[in-house]
Protein backbone atom coordinates (compact mmCIF):
# COMPACT_ATOMS: atom_id res chain seq x y z
CA UNK A 1 0.00 0.00 0.00
CA UNK A 2 1.62 3.11 -0.90
CA UNK A 3 1.84 6.00 1.63
CA UNK A 4 0.72 9.59 1.04
CA UNK A 5 2.92 12.79 1.90
CA UNK A 6 1.83 16.22 1.51
CA UNK A 7 4.78 18.35 -0.35
CA UNK A 8 4.50 22.25 -0.05
CA UNK A 9 7.02 24.02 -3.30
CA UNK A 10 6.65 27.48 -4.50
CA UNK A 11 8.96 26.70 -7.51
CA UNK A 12 7.04 24.32 -10.56
CA UNK A 13 6.43 24.24 -13.71
CA UNK A 14 6.40 26.73 -15.62
CA UNK A 15 8.38 28.01 -13.08
CA UNK A 16 12.33 27.85 -14.80
CA UNK A 17 15.69 27.35 -13.10
CA UNK A 18 16.93 25.05 -10.90
CA UNK A 19 14.84 25.36 -8.07
CA UNK A 20 12.44 23.82 -10.09
CA UNK A 21 13.87 20.63 -11.07
CA UNK A 22 14.88 18.89 -7.60
CA UNK A 23 11.37 18.06 -6.14
CA UNK A 24 9.45 17.66 -9.84
CA UNK A 25 11.64 14.45 -10.05
CA UNK A 26 11.50 13.51 -6.50
CA UNK A 27 7.71 13.81 -7.42
CA UNK A 28 8.61 11.86 -10.40
CA UNK A 29 10.48 8.55 -8.84
CA UNK A 30 8.55 8.33 -5.21
CA UNK A 31 5.92 6.33 -6.47
CA UNK A 32 8.73 3.97 -7.46
CA UNK A 33 9.28 3.46 -3.58
CA UNK A 34 6.46 2.91 -2.62
CA UNK A 35 5.03 6.71 -1.69
CA UNK A 36 2.54 8.27 -3.23
CA UNK A 37 3.15 12.52 -3.62
CA UNK A 38 0.39 15.32 -3.56
CA UNK A 39 1.69 18.27 -4.26
CA UNK A 40 0.42 22.27 -3.13
CA UNK A 41 2.18 25.22 -5.06
CA UNK A 42 0.53 28.50 -6.02
CA UNK A 43 -2.09 29.17 -8.64
CA UNK A 44 -0.40 32.51 -10.20
CA UNK A 45 3.26 32.89 -9.08
CA UNK A 46 5.19 35.81 -10.07
CA UNK A 47 7.88 33.22 -11.51
CA UNK A 48 11.27 35.35 -12.10
CA UNK A 49 11.86 32.99 -14.95
CA UNK A 50 9.35 30.75 -17.02
CA UNK A 51 10.17 27.80 -19.11
CA UNK A 52 7.11 25.63 -20.36
CA UNK A 53 9.17 22.80 -21.25
CA UNK A 54 8.83 21.73 -17.76
CA UNK A 55 5.42 21.23 -17.87
CA UNK A 56 6.14 17.91 -20.44
CA UNK A 57 7.82 16.55 -17.13
CA UNK A 58 5.13 16.43 -14.77
CA UNK A 59 4.54 12.48 -13.98
CA UNK A 60 0.91 11.46 -15.09
CA UNK A 61 -1.68 11.26 -12.55
CA UNK A 62 0.36 13.09 -9.68
CA UNK A 63 -1.97 14.81 -7.36
CA UNK A 64 -1.21 19.12 -7.69
CA UNK A 65 -2.95 21.02 -5.21
CA UNK A 66 -2.89 24.79 -6.32
CA UNK A 67 -4.08 27.94 -4.13
CA UNK A 68 -3.83 31.59 -5.12
CA UNK A 69 -1.17 33.40 -4.15
CA UNK A 70 -0.76 37.44 -3.43
CA UNK A 71 3.35 38.34 -3.91
CA UNK A 72 4.32 42.02 -3.64
CA UNK A 73 6.50 41.52 -6.90
CA UNK A 74 3.65 41.62 -9.02
CA UNK A 75 2.56 45.25 -7.80
CA UNK A 76 6.34 46.53 -7.22
CA UNK A 77 6.87 46.20 -11.06
CA UNK A 78 5.77 49.59 -11.31
CA UNK A 79 9.06 51.04 -9.62
CA UNK A 80 10.93 48.98 -12.51
CA UNK A 81 10.40 45.65 -13.65
CA UNK A 82 13.69 45.10 -14.61
CA UNK A 83 14.75 45.99 -10.95
CA UNK A 84 12.29 43.53 -9.81
CA UNK A 85 13.05 40.61 -12.01
CA UNK A 86 16.52 41.12 -11.31
CA UNK A 87 16.13 41.19 -7.15
CA UNK A 88 13.27 38.43 -7.53
CA UNK A 89 16.36 36.04 -9.28
CA UNK A 90 18.78 36.63 -7.04
CA UNK A 91 20.50 39.08 -8.94
CA UNK A 92 22.17 42.14 -6.92
CA UNK A 93 24.26 44.85 -7.90
CA UNK A 94 26.96 45.38 -5.32
CA UNK A 95 25.71 48.89 -3.04
CA UNK A 96 27.83 51.24 -5.29
CA UNK A 97 26.37 49.74 -8.12
CA UNK A 98 23.08 50.26 -7.19
CA UNK A 99 20.24 52.86 -7.46
CA UNK A 100 17.81 54.80 -5.21
CA UNK A 101 15.06 51.97 -6.80
CA UNK A 102 17.33 48.81 -6.03
CA UNK A 103 18.27 49.96 -2.32
CA UNK A 104 14.58 51.13 -2.00
CA UNK A 105 13.34 47.56 -3.10
CA UNK A 106 16.29 45.76 -1.26
CA UNK A 107 15.46 47.81 2.06
CA UNK A 108 11.56 46.88 2.12
CA UNK A 109 12.15 43.30 1.01
CA UNK A 110 14.78 42.78 3.89
CA UNK A 111 12.82 44.77 6.72
CA UNK A 112 8.98 44.58 5.75
CA UNK A 113 8.94 40.87 4.02
CA UNK A 114 10.04 38.40 6.42
CA UNK A 115 11.30 35.97 5.25
CA UNK A 116 10.92 36.76 2.09
CA UNK A 117 8.30 38.20 -0.13
CA UNK A 118 5.92 35.02 -0.40
CA UNK A 119 4.97 35.65 3.72
CA UNK A 120 1.49 36.73 2.73
CA UNK A 121 0.69 33.27 1.34
CA UNK A 122 1.43 31.52 4.50
CA UNK A 123 -1.77 32.30 6.60
CA UNK A 124 -4.16 31.16 3.60
CA UNK A 125 -2.13 27.97 2.60
CA UNK A 126 -2.12 26.80 6.17
CA UNK A 127 -5.97 27.59 6.80
CA UNK A 128 -6.32 25.86 2.82
CA UNK A 129 -4.15 22.91 3.68
CA UNK A 130 -5.35 22.69 7.24
CA UNK A 131 -9.04 21.59 5.72
CA UNK A 132 -7.49 19.27 3.15
CA UNK A 133 -5.46 17.57 6.02
CA UNK A 134 -8.96 17.07 8.18
CA UNK A 135 -10.36 15.24 5.20
CA UNK A 136 -7.01 13.12 4.32
CA UNK A 137 -6.22 11.96 7.73
CA UNK A 138 -4.05 9.20 6.07
CA UNK A 139 -1.70 12.21 5.24
CA UNK A 140 0.65 11.48 7.91
CA UNK A 141 3.80 13.07 6.47
CA UNK A 142 4.51 17.14 5.70
CA UNK A 143 7.58 17.80 3.48
CA UNK A 144 8.42 21.85 2.79
CA UNK A 145 11.23 23.05 0.57
CA UNK A 146 12.92 26.58 0.75
CA UNK A 147 13.93 29.04 -0.61
CA UNK A 148 11.63 30.66 -0.17
CA UNK A 149 11.96 29.90 3.29
CA UNK A 150 7.90 31.44 3.91
CA UNK A 151 7.11 27.80 3.09
CA UNK A 152 8.66 26.67 5.63
CA UNK A 153 6.70 28.90 8.05
CA UNK A 154 3.62 26.93 6.76
CA UNK A 155 5.28 24.05 7.83
CA UNK A 156 5.84 25.38 11.32
CA UNK A 157 2.35 26.24 11.72
CA UNK A 158 0.48 23.03 10.69
CA UNK A 159 3.03 21.12 12.84
CA UNK A 160 1.69 22.60 15.37
CA UNK A 161 -1.90 22.32 15.09
CA UNK A 162 -1.66 18.40 13.53
CA UNK A 163 -0.24 15.18 14.62
CA UNK A 164 2.50 14.67 12.07
CA UNK A 165 5.62 14.73 10.32
CA UNK A 166 7.67 17.58 9.24
CA UNK A 167 10.45 17.65 7.03
CA UNK A 168 12.08 20.86 5.90
CA UNK A 169 14.26 21.01 2.72
CA UNK A 170 16.90 23.80 2.57
CA UNK A 171 17.80 23.53 -1.12
CA UNK A 172 20.02 26.94 0.00
CA UNK A 173 20.84 28.27 3.42
CA UNK A 174 18.87 30.57 5.41
CA UNK A 175 20.28 33.44 7.07
CA UNK A 176 23.85 32.59 5.70
CA UNK A 177 23.10 32.38 1.87
CA UNK A 178 25.04 34.76 0.03
CA UNK A 179 22.54 37.95 -0.29
CA UNK A 180 21.16 37.56 3.17
CA UNK A 181 23.80 40.43 4.02
CA UNK A 182 22.60 42.83 1.16
CA UNK A 183 19.10 43.06 2.32
CA UNK A 184 19.81 46.17 4.43
CA UNK A 185 18.34 44.40 7.48
CA UNK A 186 17.89 46.54 10.61
CA UNK A 187 19.20 44.86 13.36
CA UNK A 188 15.81 44.04 14.21
CA UNK A 189 14.61 42.65 11.44
CA UNK A 190 18.11 40.34 11.19
CA UNK A 191 17.08 39.02 14.95
CA UNK A 192 13.38 37.92 13.54
CA UNK A 193 15.11 35.98 10.77
CA UNK A 194 17.38 34.49 12.93
CA UNK A 195 14.74 33.92 15.74
CA UNK A 196 12.42 32.36 12.65
CA UNK A 197 15.34 30.25 11.25
CA UNK A 198 16.11 28.53 14.62
CA UNK A 199 12.12 27.76 15.36
CA UNK A 200 12.43 25.82 11.99
CA UNK A 201 15.43 24.10 12.70
CA UNK A 202 14.15 22.94 16.11
CA UNK A 203 10.38 22.21 15.34
CA UNK A 204 10.99 20.16 11.99
CA UNK A 205 11.48 16.22 12.34
CA UNK A 206 13.36 16.02 9.76
CA UNK A 207 16.12 18.55 8.05
CA UNK A 208 17.32 17.72 4.26
CA UNK A 209 19.76 19.82 3.43
CA UNK A 210 21.85 19.75 -0.60
CA UNK A 211 25.31 20.29 0.84
CA UNK A 212 27.84 18.77 3.55
CA UNK A 213 28.72 22.49 4.89
CA UNK A 214 24.95 23.28 5.37
CA UNK A 215 24.12 20.17 7.17
CA UNK A 216 27.42 21.32 10.05
CA UNK A 217 26.10 24.76 9.95
CA UNK A 218 22.80 23.19 10.89
CA UNK A 219 23.93 20.85 13.56
CA UNK A 220 25.40 23.14 15.50
CA UNK A 221 22.22 24.72 16.27
CA UNK A 222 19.62 22.14 16.48
CA UNK A 223 19.49 18.24 17.64
CA UNK A 224 16.85 17.76 15.17
CA UNK A 225 17.96 14.81 12.67
CA UNK A 226 19.63 16.22 9.30
CA UNK A 227 20.56 14.50 5.94
CA UNK A 228 22.52 15.62 2.94
CA UNK A 229 20.79 14.91 -0.12
CA UNK A 230 22.10 16.70 -2.70
CA UNK A 231 20.63 17.93 -6.22
CA UNK A 232 21.49 15.08 -9.05
CA UNK A 233 21.12 14.72 -12.66
CA UNK A 234 18.04 12.54 -15.18
CA UNK A 235 20.35 10.28 -16.91
CA UNK A 236 19.18 10.98 -20.63
CA UNK A 237 20.13 9.88 -23.82
CA UNK A 238 22.19 12.15 -25.58
CA UNK A 239 21.77 13.78 -28.80
CA UNK A 240 24.74 12.90 -31.17
CA UNK A 241 25.65 16.16 -31.99
CA UNK A 242 29.16 17.36 -33.18
CA UNK A 243 30.81 19.23 -30.96
CA UNK A 244 31.67 22.96 -31.44
CA UNK A 245 34.42 23.13 -33.97
CA UNK A 246 35.29 26.36 -31.44
CA UNK A 247 36.93 25.85 -28.23
CA UNK A 248 34.22 26.97 -26.24
CA UNK A 249 34.11 27.31 -22.81
CA UNK A 250 30.55 27.65 -22.00
CA UNK A 251 28.56 28.91 -18.49
CA UNK A 252 24.76 27.73 -18.12
CA UNK A 253 22.79 29.71 -15.61
CA UNK A 254 22.98 33.01 -14.01
CA UNK A 255 26.39 35.26 -13.26
CA UNK A 256 25.51 37.39 -10.34
CA UNK A 257 27.45 40.26 -9.34
CA UNK A 258 29.52 39.52 -7.02
CA UNK A 259 29.79 35.73 -8.93
CA UNK A 260 32.82 37.33 -11.23
CA UNK A 261 36.36 34.88 -11.53
CA UNK A 262 38.10 38.29 -12.27
CA UNK A 263 41.10 35.42 -12.02
CA UNK A 264 39.36 33.70 -15.32
CA UNK A 265 39.29 36.63 -17.04
CA UNK A 266 42.52 37.54 -16.40
CA UNK A 267 43.83 33.98 -17.34
CA UNK A 268 41.97 34.14 -21.03
CA UNK A 269 43.55 37.47 -21.81
CA UNK A 270 46.89 35.70 -21.06
CA UNK A 271 46.37 33.01 -23.52
CA UNK A 272 44.57 35.14 -25.80
CA UNK A 273 47.99 37.26 -25.77
CA UNK A 274 50.62 34.17 -25.81
CA UNK A 275 48.92 31.71 -28.29
CA UNK A 276 47.54 32.94 -31.62
CA UNK A 277 46.09 29.20 -32.04
CA UNK A 278 44.17 29.79 -29.19
CA UNK A 279 42.95 32.89 -30.05
CA UNK A 280 41.88 32.05 -33.32
CA UNK A 281 39.50 29.31 -31.99
CA UNK A 282 38.22 30.49 -28.21
CA UNK A 283 34.60 31.36 -27.72
CA UNK A 284 33.25 32.38 -24.22
CA UNK A 285 29.37 31.05 -24.04
CA UNK A 286 27.16 32.34 -21.91
CA UNK A 287 23.66 30.83 -21.14
CA UNK A 288 21.35 32.58 -18.17
CA UNK A 289 21.22 35.96 -16.92
CA UNK A 290 24.44 38.08 -16.57
CA UNK A 291 25.08 40.88 -14.51
CA UNK A 292 26.43 44.44 -15.94
CA UNK A 293 29.12 44.14 -13.59
CA UNK A 294 30.47 40.54 -15.62
CA UNK A 295 29.75 42.19 -18.97
CA UNK A 296 31.89 45.54 -17.53
CA UNK A 297 34.78 42.87 -16.73
CA UNK A 298 34.70 40.93 -19.38
CA UNK A 299 35.29 44.57 -21.39
CA UNK A 300 37.92 45.59 -19.32
CA UNK A 301 39.86 42.42 -20.35
CA UNK A 302 38.97 42.86 -23.73
CA UNK A 303 36.91 39.62 -23.90
CA UNK A 304 33.73 41.12 -25.35
CA UNK A 305 34.50 40.33 -28.88
CA UNK A 306 34.61 36.30 -27.93
CA UNK A 307 31.57 36.51 -26.02
CA UNK A 308 28.54 34.49 -26.61
CA UNK A 309 25.59 35.79 -24.38
CA UNK A 310 22.66 33.64 -25.44
CA UNK A 311 20.51 34.73 -22.35
CA UNK A 312 18.23 32.51 -20.58
CA UNK A 313 17.33 29.41 -22.98
CA UNK A 314 14.57 27.22 -22.04
CA UNK A 315 16.34 23.66 -20.37
CA UNK A 316 16.28 21.54 -23.27
CA UNK A 317 18.04 24.42 -25.74
CA UNK A 318 20.67 24.31 -22.78
CA UNK A 319 21.22 20.95 -22.23
CA UNK A 320 21.60 20.90 -26.00
CA UNK A 321 24.06 23.29 -25.97
CA UNK A 322 26.00 22.25 -22.91
CA UNK A 323 26.42 19.00 -24.40
CA UNK A 324 27.98 20.57 -27.86
CA UNK A 325 30.52 22.97 -26.10
CA UNK A 326 33.95 21.90 -25.70
CA UNK A 327 34.29 22.99 -21.56
CA UNK A 328 31.77 23.69 -19.20
CA UNK A 329 32.22 26.22 -16.43
CA UNK A 330 30.81 26.25 -13.37
CA UNK A 331 31.30 29.66 -10.97
CA UNK A 332 30.43 30.35 -7.61
CA UNK A 333 30.94 33.44 -5.46
CA UNK A 334 33.99 33.28 -3.47
CA UNK A 335 33.13 33.49 0.20
CA UNK A 336 32.95 31.42 3.70
CA UNK A 337 29.19 31.60 2.78
CA UNK A 338 29.21 29.90 -0.30
CA UNK A 339 31.10 27.11 0.72
CA UNK A 340 28.02 24.53 1.14
CA UNK A 341 26.39 25.66 -2.48
CA UNK A 342 26.47 23.12 -4.53
CA UNK A 343 25.19 24.21 -7.72
CA UNK A 344 22.50 21.79 -9.60
CA UNK A 345 23.92 22.63 -12.40
CA UNK A 346 27.28 20.65 -11.55
CA UNK A 347 25.21 17.26 -12.08
CA UNK A 348 23.42 18.08 -14.95
CA UNK A 349 27.41 18.33 -16.08
CA UNK A 350 28.33 15.61 -14.86
CA UNK A 351 25.85 13.97 -17.62
CA UNK A 352 27.76 15.59 -20.42
CA UNK A 353 30.93 14.09 -21.69
CA UNK A 354 32.48 17.27 -21.41
CA UNK A 355 35.40 18.58 -18.72
CA UNK A 356 34.26 20.72 -16.07
CA UNK A 357 36.02 23.54 -14.64
CA UNK A 358 34.94 24.62 -11.18
CA UNK A 359 35.78 27.96 -9.53
CA UNK A 360 35.07 29.16 -6.11
CA UNK A 361 35.71 29.55 -2.22
CA UNK A 362 38.15 26.94 -0.35
CA UNK A 363 36.80 24.28 1.15
CA UNK A 364 33.94 24.14 -1.11
CA UNK A 365 31.37 21.46 -1.17
CA UNK A 366 31.19 20.92 -4.94
CA UNK A 367 35.36 19.69 -4.63
CA UNK A 368 34.33 17.29 -2.13
CA UNK A 369 31.27 15.85 -5.09
CA UNK A 370 33.78 16.12 -8.02
CA UNK A 371 36.17 13.93 -5.91
CA UNK A 372 33.40 11.46 -5.49
CA UNK A 373 33.17 11.10 -9.18
CA UNK A 374 36.74 11.40 -10.52
CA UNK A 375 36.31 14.53 -12.10
CA UNK A 376 39.47 17.25 -11.78
CA UNK A 377 39.74 20.79 -12.23
CA UNK A 378 38.25 22.37 -9.24
CA UNK A 379 40.16 25.69 -8.75
CA UNK A 380 40.13 28.89 -6.34
CA UNK A 381 40.09 32.24 -7.00
CA UNK A 382 43.88 31.80 -5.67
CA UNK A 383 44.70 29.47 -8.16
CA UNK A 384 45.38 31.51 -11.05
CA UNK A 385 48.16 28.99 -12.59
CA UNK A 386 47.00 25.42 -12.34
CA UNK A 387 43.62 27.52 -13.55
CA UNK A 388 45.60 28.77 -16.74
CA UNK A 389 47.61 25.40 -17.12
CA UNK A 390 44.10 23.57 -16.92
CA UNK A 391 42.75 25.64 -19.76
CA UNK A 392 45.86 25.44 -21.52
CA UNK A 393 46.32 21.56 -21.00
CA UNK A 394 42.41 21.07 -22.02
CA UNK A 395 43.05 23.59 -25.31
CA UNK A 396 46.07 21.09 -26.32
CA UNK A 397 43.42 18.11 -26.03
CA UNK A 398 41.55 19.93 -28.55
CA UNK A 399 43.73 20.34 -30.84
CA UNK A 400 44.77 16.52 -31.11
CA UNK A 401 40.58 16.08 -31.03
CA UNK A 402 41.21 14.61 -27.81
CA UNK A 403 39.35 16.59 -25.08
CA UNK A 404 37.03 13.96 -22.84
CA UNK A 405 35.78 14.31 -19.52
CA UNK A 406 37.33 12.64 -16.69
CA UNK A 407 33.92 11.88 -14.32
CA UNK A 408 33.40 8.19 -13.89
CA UNK A 409 31.27 7.45 -10.82
CA UNK A 410 28.29 8.97 -11.16
CA UNK A 411 25.48 6.76 -10.37
CA UNK A 412 24.89 7.89 -6.89
CA UNK A 413 23.85 11.02 -7.85
CA UNK A 414 20.54 10.44 -10.16
CA UNK A 415 17.46 11.77 -9.81
CA UNK A 416 16.45 8.10 -9.13
CA UNK A 417 19.29 7.30 -6.34
CA UNK A 418 18.48 10.14 -4.76
CA UNK A 419 15.21 9.72 -4.55
CA UNK A 420 15.52 5.70 -3.31
CA UNK A 421 17.14 7.93 -0.27
CA UNK A 422 14.82 10.28 0.37
CA UNK A 423 12.35 7.75 0.44
CA UNK A 424 14.31 5.46 3.17
CA UNK A 425 14.04 8.42 5.18
CA UNK A 426 11.02 9.26 5.06
CA UNK A 427 9.85 5.45 5.96
CA UNK A 428 11.84 5.47 9.17
CA UNK A 429 9.79 8.61 10.10
CA UNK A 430 7.45 7.67 13.30
CA UNK A 431 4.31 6.31 11.22
CA UNK A 432 6.14 7.09 7.54
Not at 181 to 205: G, R, W
Amino acid sequence: METRVLIVAYYWPPAGGPGVQRWLNFVKYLPQNGIKPVVFVPENANYPIIDKSFEQEIPDGVEVLKFPIFEPYQWASFLGKKETNSISSGIIEKEENQTFTQKLMLYIRGNYFIPDARIFWVKPAVKYLTDFLAKNKDIKTLITTGPPHSLHLIGLKLKQQNEMNWVADFRDPWTTIGYHKKLKLTEKAHKKHLHLEQEVLDKASLILTTSYTTKQEFSEKTTTPIQVITNGFEPKEVLEKPLDKNFTLAHIGSLLSDRNPLVLWKVIQELLQENTEFKKHFKLRFIGKVSKEVLASLATYHLTDFVENLGYLPHQEAVLFQNTSQVLLLIEIDSVETRGIIPGKLFEYLNTSRPIIAIGPEKWDVNQVMKAVGAESCFTYQDKTALKDSIAAYFKAYQEANLKATARFTENFTRKALTKQLAIALKQLPNG
